[in-house]
C-alpha cells in the first residue's frame, strides 16, 4: 500500500480478495471522519473490473478532538455504534435499494481490534462525481424522490443490526445536550416531541443524517444517490425531510418552499408505494406524516439548540416552527 498512509496487510488482503483484484494502492484521502475517528480513501486497483474503490477506514481513539467539545463516554460510544451499525447496514440491507434510491456497492466490512474497513464502490467513477454547497429546486427534487424511495422501499421493517431509533440526534441519545438546553419551553416539551415521532403506525428505515453534503449527484444533477449510514434505522420518514430541507435553504428558502417541499416528497412517495408496495394505502401514510413535518423539525431543533445554540440553523423559520409545536402540544 502506499507509504503516505498504511492499511496493514490484513485490510489489504481484505480489499483485494473483495475486489478481486490483485494490488491495492491507496491514491489519496477523500475526507477525514469527524472528530479524528478516521478517513476516507481512494484505493487504486490492479487486475480488477474496478479501477478504484472507496475505503473507509475506521481507528477508534482513545480520546475525540470532537470540534465543539463533546468529548464524553458517551459520545464515543455512539461513534463506535455508529459504525458497526453502518457496517450492518451495507452488508445486510443495502442490496435492497433499487436505482430510485441508490447507494454504493458494497464489497466488503471487516473489524480488527479497534479498527474497521468498509470498501465501497467508487460513486465518482460510476458517475456520480457531483457535490453541492448551494442547490437548485430540481437538484432538491432528485434527493427528495430519492427520500421517498428510500422510505417507500423500507416502510414497516424491523431495523434489525440497525439503530432502534434512526438519525443522531435522537432524544434517548442526546441527554447531555437536552441537559443544557436553555429554552425551557422546549426542553419540557422535548420528551412529548419525541413520542409523537416515535410512535407512529407507519414507521420505515431513516438514513438519520439526509443532508446535502451526503448526496453525490449524476454528471446532469438529475440523479443522486447517498452516503454515510451511521445513523440508519427505525423512525418516522419526516426526521429526513426536515433535516435534509435545513441543510440546503436559509430562512426564507425554507419558509417559501415548504409547501413545494411535501407536494414533491408526498407525491413521489405515493407513486413509489403503488409501483412496489400495492398492499400498503399511500394516501394512509401522507395523511399520517403530513402533520409530522414541522414537529420532526422541532426535533431536530431541539438538538441543535442544545448542542450549538449559535448555529445558523437556529435561524426565524425554526424558532416560529418550534414554538408552534411546542403550543399544540402544551394545549394537549
Known amino acids: 500500500m502506499d507509504k503516505r498512509y498504511q492499511l496493514g496487510d490484513r485490510f489489504e488482503e481484505v480489499?483485494?480478495?473483495?475486489?478481486?483484484?490483485?494490488?491495492?494502492?491507496?491514491?489519496?484521502?477523500?475526507?477525514?471522519?469527524?472528530?479524528?475517528?478516521?478517513?476516507?480513501?481512494?484505493?487504486r486497483l490492479e487486475g480488477s473490473e474496478q479501477a478504484t474503490v472507496v475505503v473507509k477506514h475506521v481507528r477508534f481513539p482513545d480520546g475525540g478532538s470532537h470540534p465543539r467539545g463533546w468529548d464524553t463516554d458517551l459520545s464515543h460510544e455512539?461513534?463506535?455504534?455508529?459504525?458497526?451499525?453502518?457496517?450492518n447496514w451495507y452488508r445486510?440491507?443495502?442490496?435492497?435499494?433499487?436505482?430510485?434510491?441508490?447507494?454504493?456497492?458494497?464489497?466488503?466490512?471487516?473489524?480488527?481490534?479497534?479498527?474497521?474497513?468498509?470498501?465501497?464502490?467508487?460513486?465518482d467513477g460510476a458517475g456520480y462525481a457531483g457535490r453541492r454547497a448551494v442547490v437548485e429546486w430540481e437538484e432538491m427534487e432528485c434527493c427528495l424522490r430519492w427520500l421517498a424511495s428510500f422510505h417507500a422501499t423500507f416502510l414497516g421493517d424491523v431495523p434489525e443490526g440497525l439503530w432502534e431509533v434512526g438519525t443522531y440526534w435522537h432524544l434517548a441519545t442526546r441527554p447531555e445536550e437536552l441537559e443544557v438546553l436553555?429554552?425551557?419551553?422546549?426542553?419540557?416539551?422535548?420528551?412529548?416531541?419525541?413520542?409523537?415521532?416515535?410512535?407512529?403506525?407507519?414507521?420505515?428505515?431513516v438514513h438519520g443524517d439526509a443532508k446535502l453534503a451526503?448526496?453525490?449527484?449524476?454528471?446532469?444533477?438529475?440523479?443522486?444517490?447517498?452516503?454515510?449510514?451511521?445513523?440508519?434505522?427505525g423512525g418516522c420518514g419526516m426526521k429526513d425531510v426536515a433535516y435534509f430541507v435545513g441543510s440546503c435553504l436559509d430562512e426564507s428558502g425554507c419558509a417559501e418552499r415548504e409547501t413545494a417541499v411535501l407536494e414533491c416528497y408526498f407525491s413521489a412517495l405515493v407513486g413509489e408505494l403503488a409501483r412496489m408496495r400495492p398492499e400498503v394505502d399511500g394516501e394512509?401514510?401522507?395523511?399520517?406524516?403530513?402533520?409530522?413535518?414541522?414537529?420532526?423539525?422541532?426535533?431536530?431543533h431541539r438538538f441543535l439548540k442544545g448542542w450549538s445554540p449559535g448555529h445558523w440553523k437556529v435561524n426565524g423559520y425554526s424558532e416560529r416552527v418550534v414554538r408552534e409545536v411546542v403550543a399544540n402540544f402544551a394545549a394537549r
Open 92 to 123: 445486510d440491507w443495502s442490496g435492497r435499494c433499487g436505482e430510485a434510491c441508490r447507494v454504493p456497492r458494497f464489497f466488503a466490512g471487516e473489524r480488527e481490534g479497534d479498527e474497521l474497513l468498509l470498501v465501497l464502490e467508487d460513486l
Open 15 to 43: 480489499i483485494c480478495s473483495a475486489a478481486g483484484a490483485s494490488a491495492a494502492e491507496v491514491g489519496g484521502v477523500l475526507q477525514e471522519l469527524w472528530s479524528g475517528y478516521g478517513k476516507i480513501l481512494r484505493v
Open 284 to 300: 394512509a401514510v401522507v395523511a399520517e406524516w403530513r402533520d409530522l413535518y414541522r414537529v420532526a423539525w422541532a426535533d431536530f
Open 214 to 233: 451526503n448526496f453525490c449527484f449524476s454528471g446532469k444533477g438529475d440523479a443522486v444517490t447517498a452516503v454515510d449510514f451511521q445513523y440508519v434505522g
Open 182 to 205: 436553555a429554552d425551557e419551553a422546549l426542553k419540557a416539551a422535548a420528551e412529548a416531541i419525541d413520542e409523537r415521532l416515535s410512535s407512529v403506525r407507519y414507521r420505515t428505515l
Open 78 to 87: 455512539r461513534k463506535v455504534r455508529s459504525y458497526e451499525v453502518e457496517t
